[in-house]
């Protein structure tokens, strides 16, 4: 059976790689990234994978990666915490959010 005879089959898209895009998006949260992020910048999860195994990408956890070469920064677990549980739906607050705030 051909994609034209399944209405439902899902479009398959080859879309380059924007570095410059993901680390813009790093770059404003210390080099970490989401894997939703790095999707909207035009990488598979395959690609992923094979940046963490060359070791240009470190996998922190699940979801959740940092660009290698990026410089570390104080307080920087906060900010990989928060971006691990979703910056959409937790916040940061009180003395965190102030040393956030000043990095």
């Known amino acids: ?25 790093a770059s404003g949260q210390a080099g970490y990234f989401t894997t939703e992020q790095a999707r909207a910048c035009g990488y598979s999860f395959a690609l992923l994978s094979h940046r963490v195994k060359s070791g240009r990408f470190s996998r922190v956890r699940r979801g959740l990666y940092r660009l ?11 900010l990989a915490a928060w971006l691990a549980v979703g910056k959409d739906v937790a916040v940061v607050s ?10």
């Not at 059976?1 to 998006?25: K, S, V």
């Not at 290698?68 to 906060?78: A, C, I, K, L, T």
């Open 1 to 25: 059976m051909n994609d034209e005879m399944m209405p439902d089959a899902p479009a398959h898209t080859a879309t380059r790689p924007d570095r410059t895009c993901l680390f813009h998006i």
């Open 68 to 78: 290698r070469e990026y410089p570390s920064s104080p307080r920087e677990d906060v």
């Open 94 to 103: 009180h003395e965190s959010a102030l040393r956030r705030a000043a990095a």
